[in-house]
Every structure is written in structure tokens, then in C-alpha cells.
């Protein structure tokens, strides 16, 4: 049997707070520079996504690996982990924070973001709660829920990002006098969400008490979700959203600590099972060829390259 792993760097988002299924190749964001992305090499198989923790690494490593079949991206989706769901004690409402290494990423969108675009790989930010009490399951009113998606929306815009990633961990429900999970909060923020952003990606790293609200007062948001992923690295789990296969990842992998047999057996389930996404994490600056290999083989039929 085997130890389900979530080690995500905790201290990250607390130290430090003081981020339709994808087409392949299809327009990357260009909202800050209106340069069409290239077309990716043509690659057939699942979606794969990849984390990566901007306090230590770059962006950059998502485009440094391409299939030595055909030179496709391994990587469609780079995930800027993590902005923060913070409170305010004052106006006691919550806000979108971003610590010094995330900001760095953004300011930086020309360097850090635009040249993953241009190959073809989506670029989201992922937002994590902050230990502050605020989360995205207890929004006190559908009018402060839409604020907080408004702010979302526009720093998807002003940074040219292509969507929203949401990941409800870290958020101590109740601190700072702030309200318990509540039914409607998630719902109406993701509607308002995609309202706001009807052709970028939004994803539920499926996980806390947002994940299991998805349903209020008739309205089941679902539907709204590009992508719905296992949050425990080294564990197969189908996330409970009703998405259909194709947008759902059950596989979770860290990459150099998820072994590169339990990799491959996830990426070969993958496949056999009929599911369209293959999430990993922890996308570190090191030449990780040989585990990344491990699940391109099953994926892709093909090894990974990895190019400094």
C-alpha cells in the first residue's frame, strides 16, 4: 500500500504572504504584449499540467522539456503556485495577495510568462488560503464573493495570465472573527468567475470545504470547471466533480519524490482508464529527464528532453 504524499511547502503561503479543456497549441494570453503564440508540435494524449513553486523555481522550467517523438511541450498547463486569499481586519474583507517571489513572476510576465505562452503552454495562477480566515467557501454575502472574483479576473487580465486555479488549504476558517464554510460562497464565486472570464481556464485542485460545495440553490457549478485534479501526490483518487473524463486527473505525481514506477503506473492508468489530464508537482530548475521520462513513455509513447 502506499503513503498518499502532500507535501507542498506550507511555510510558503505564510512566511513569505507578508496564484472548456485545454486545445493544444491552441492562442496563449497576449493580452500584454498581443503576440500570437507559436503552434505546439502536434502531440496526442492527455493534458499535462505542472505546479510549480515560484518561492525557489522558475517558471521556466515547464517549457525546458519537450517529447524526443515529434519535439511536442510535455507540459500544456504551468501553474504559478501560489497567490493567497488574505483578510482584511479593517474593511473585514478578503483580498488578493501576492508575496515577493509570486509579484516577481508577474512584473516579470515579459521574462517569466510570455515565453511559455509563445510555445503553446497555458499559464495559470494558482490562489491558496493564508491562514487568515479567509477562504472561498465563506464569502458572508453573493456580492462579496463576485468582489473577490472581480480582483481575479483582473489580475488574470492585467498580467495576461490564461486562468484561475483554486486550492482551498491554509485558510483557518474562523480566524480574525471571520465565518465557518457556508453553502452558497464557492458557488457564486465561481459563477461570477467565469462570468468574468467566459474563455480561461478555471481549475479546482479538489480538495477542502469549497470542493464539496459545488452545489447551491439550484445551481451546480461544476460544469464551470476546465480541469478537476487529485490533490495527493502519489495516490490514484477520480476527483468527485461531475466533469467527463477527459477533464479530470486522478493522477497526482511530485516529481523526484513520487518513485518513477508509481509515476508510470499512474500515467499508464491514466491512459487505460480513459482520463484526459496527468497532474504534477514541484517542478524544480534540476534535469528531471529521467522522472518525467517515467510518465511521457505511458502518456506520450515517447522519452523527455530536457534543454537548459
Do not use: C
Not at 451546480?220 to 485534479?229: E, G, H, N, P, R
Amino acid at each position: 500500500m502506499f503513503t498518499l504524499v502532500r507535501s507542498r511547502v506550507r511555510t510558503a503561503a505564510f512566511a513569505l504572504s507578508a496564484v472548456a479543456a485545454l486545445a493544444f497549441g491552441g492562442t496563449a494570453a497576449t493580452a500584454a504584449t498581443g503576440a500570437a503564440a507559436a503552434p505546439a508540435a502536434a502531440k496526442q494524449g492527455p493534458t499535462s499540467v505542472a505546479y510549480v513553486e515560484v518561492n525557489n523555481n522558475s517558471m521556466l522550467n515547464v517549457g525546458k522539456y519537450t517529447l524526443a517523438n515529434g519535439g511536442g511541450n510535455v507540459f500544456d498547463v504551468a501553474v504559478v503556485f501560489a497567490a493567497n486569499i488574505n483578510y482584511d481586519t479593517g474593511t473585514k474583507s478578503a483580498y488578493l495577495h501576492f508575496n515577493e517571489n509570486v509579484q516577481r513572476v508577474l512584473d516579470n510576465a515579459a521574462t517569466q510568462i510570455r515565453p511559455l505562452q509563445q510555445k503553446g503552454i497555458k499559464v495559470v495562477l494558482s490562489v491558496l488560503g493564508n491562514h487568515q480566515g479567509a477562504g472561498f467557501a465563506n464569502f458572508p454575502s453573493q456580492q462579496d464573493a463576485s468582489a473577490f472574483a472581480k480582483k481575479l479576473s483582473d489580475a488574470v487580465a492585467k498580467y495576461g495570465l490564461d486562468g484561475i486555479d483554486f486550492d482551498d488549504e491554509y485558510a483557518e476558517y474562523g480566524n480574525n472573527g471571520t465565518g465557518q464554510p457556508n453553502d452558497s460562497s464557492f458557488v457564486h464565486l465561481v459563477t461570477a468567475l467565469r462570468a468574468n472570464m467566459p474563455g480561461k481556464i478555471i481549475s479546482l485542485y479538489n480538495i477542502g470545504p469549497a470542493a464539496s460545495r459545488l452545489s447551491y440553490g439550484g445551481v451546480d457549478v461544476s460544469s464551470k470547471f476546465d480541469y478537476a485534479w487529485n490533490p495527493y501526490y502519489g495516490s490514484w483518487q477520480v476527483p468527485r466533480v461531475a466533469l467527463p473524463k477527459s477533464k479530470l486527473s486522478p493522477a497526482a505525481v511530485e516529481i523526484g519524490r513520487t518513485s518513477q514506477s508509481t509515476a508510470a503506473d499512474l500515467a499508464r492508468r491514466t491512459v487505460s482508464e480513459g482520463y484526459g489530464v496527468y497532474l504534477t508537482y514541484n517542478l524544480d530548475g534540476a534535469d528531471r529527464s529521467a522522472d518525467v521520462s517515467a510518465f511521457t513513455r505511458e502518456l506520450y509513447g515517447s522519452n523527455a528532453v530536457y534543454t537548459r
